[in-house]
């Protein structure tokens, strides 16, 4: 009767330290995947937050904007009225000059 031969190790002092290494490289890719992911996800967000920002300064800067120039018109639209009622004195004070030059002449 012939007794078998002890089956071969499967898990060889050999094995060992190769399957440590690719434990160890997947944790560092999984470590690192998550990191990016994170990271990427936060620029996002602060990309984001400034084109809001952005969007902000310039409805501000046109709402400022259109407010100056509303003054501005009303400043003008007074300076024409003060304009138009010196110029409507001048006149109504040269017609009277003239008549009584007219008056008096005659």
Known sequence: MTVPAAAPSTSS????PALWAGAAALVVAL???VGYWGWSRTDDQVVRQLAD????????ERVAEAAE????QALLDKHIAV????AQ????TS???QNKRTTVNR
């Open 13 to 16: 002092p050999a094995g060992r």
């Open 31 to 33: 470590v690192g995947g």
């Open 53 to 60: 920002e952005e969007q902000r300064r310039v409805a501000a």
């Open 69 to 72: 120039i509303t003054a501005a």
């Open 83 to 86: 304009e138009e009622a010196e």
């Open 89 to 92: 004195a001048r006149a109504r």
């Open 95 to 97: 017609v009277q000059d």
